[in-house]
């Protein structure tokens, strides 16, 4: 999880001003997860924390029979400032899990394009993230 953070400080370095992140209050939070908002936006704040890689889902929470045994999360962005720093987080969270995570998107491939244009620039991975079917490859 260290190393997420690490990989995800040194592309939000680089994040237009534009799509400066905030910093939001979250019980909790430790200090190797991943929280920020949108800058003056009211959307929901992205949320990735180090707990949540031992949390699964069970019970009446599964809704999917995919789901058994993994953890649900979600984050709507619906284009705001922040989105560009979600899609960046998405791709260092997935180069470091690979298949211990499947990250879904409403967005199309070419939504992603500039995330994984900031990835590969300042870490060296991130072009050849694809999306299919909604999931991200």
């Not at 244009?117 to 993230?129: H, I, R």
Request: proline fraction near 4%; aromatic fraction near 8%; hydrophobic fraction near 40%.
């Amino acid at each position: 999880m260290a190393a997420i953070r690490v990989d995800f400080e040194k592309v939000a370095a680089s994040l237009p001003s534009k799509n400066a992140i905030s910093d939001v209050p979250y019980m909790g939070v430790g200090k190797n997860d991943l929280v920020f908002g949108c800058q003056g936006g009211t959307v929901e704040p992205f949320v990735f924390r180090e707990e949540s890689l031992g949390r699964v889902l069970i019970g009446d929470r599964v809704s999917e029979p995919w789901q058994e045994g993994l953890v649900f999360e979600f984050c709507k962005t619906e284009h705001c400032p922040h989105d560009l720093a979600v899609t960046v987080a998405l791709i260092v969270i997935k180069n470091h899990l690979t298949d211990k995570v499947r990250i879904y998107t409403d967005g199309e491939d070419k939504d992603w394009d500039s995330a994984r244009q900031l990835c590969q620039k300042a870490l060296g991975y991130g072009e050849k993230v694809t999306i299919v079917e909604g999931e991200v490859l």
